[in-house]
């Protein structure tokens, strides 16, 4: 189990076990197990260093975000922070919030909150220190059992995001997100509660902007879509390329058709001739 480090030992405890995920280690490691073990194989590049992935429920989503776990498992990837940015379901908030807590917790164990990152992005003065708007939010913790079953030590930079524009977001990821150690992660879902064939119309025009690097992506297409503008601009900022992991909604994962929520993965990576060595 890793520990929190500097000097706030507080830990944000985890708030949507058994709900969005099992609340028993055994039963969450297995499920976690056995969706990796599930993943659809992808010929996406393994050097991927920033993924776009869903936050839902593991029965929902789960079989899309381990399209982006499973290619993050064969890439033997050992990051040494993880950047996770997703949107704030239940609090308004203006900008970019890191938690007062020192560490998160999951059934799985503690996740120390990377302070030499915290203390980077608070010189920025952009950036606010606050618990409320991680309390209750799903969208990064829905990350955290994937995460641990990956990777054995790592510290996590942990961002809910509410209104502001991509620029701010992508600069404030660069900020953070700049060298080989380093995972980014945006988390968001697509549409929701549209009928089946609604959503397969709406995800498919969104699907194609995300391929495009649009930043201008609006809630009714994402529901993370401020986090995703971010991440898209710093991207293209990068002339990074991008490939689509798993397209799906849960019509597709849960059976019902009526209402459905839409869910994609993608791998970011750097497609820029190499310079011989």
Do not use: W
Not at 202 to 221: K, M, S
């Amino acid at each position: 189990m890793m520990r929190p480090n500097g000097p706030n030992t507080s830990v944000r405890p985890p708030a949507v076990a058994d709900f969005f995920y099992p609340g028993d280690p055994v039963r969450l490691r297995d499920m976690v197990d056995r969706l990796l073990a599930q993943a659809p194989l992808t010929d996406a590049p393994r050097d991927a260093k920033s993924y776009i992935v869903p936050h839902a429920g593991y029965i929902y989503s789960g079989i899309v975000a381990a399209a982006a776990y499973g290619l993050m498992q064969r890439s033997g990837l050992k990051p040494r922070r993880v950047v996770v940015i997703g949107p704030s379901h239940r609090v308004y908030l203006r900008g970019i919030a890191l938690p007062e807590a020192g560490a998160f917790r999951t059934p799985l164990g503690d996740i120390p909150v990377d302070t030499e990152a915290r203390r980077t992005l608070l010189e920025r003065g952009d950036v606010i220190v606050s618990d409320v708007p991680h309390a209750q939010e799903h969208s990064l913790e829905v990350q955290l059992p994937f995460l641990q079953r990956l990777f054995d030590e790592f510290e996590l930079v942990p961002l809910v995001v509410g209104a502001a524009d991509a620029g701010h977001v992508a600069s404030v990821l660069a900020t953070v997100a700049d060298d080989e150690s380093t995972l980014l992660l945006a988390s968001s879902d697509l549409s929701h509660y549209l009928t089946y064939e609604q959503a397969r119309r709406v995800d498919a025009d969104t699907h194609a902007r995300i391929l495009a690097f649009a930043d201008d992506l609006r809630g009714e297409q994402a529901c993370g879509a401020v986090a995703l503008n971010g991440l898209l601009r710093l991207a293209k900022q990068r002339q990074a390329a991008i490939s689509c992991l798993s397209l799906l909604n849960s019509g597709d994962t849960a059976g019902d058709r009526s209402r459905v929520v839409g869910y994609a993965a993608y791998a970011i990576y750097d497609d820029r001739p190499r310079r011989p060595q």
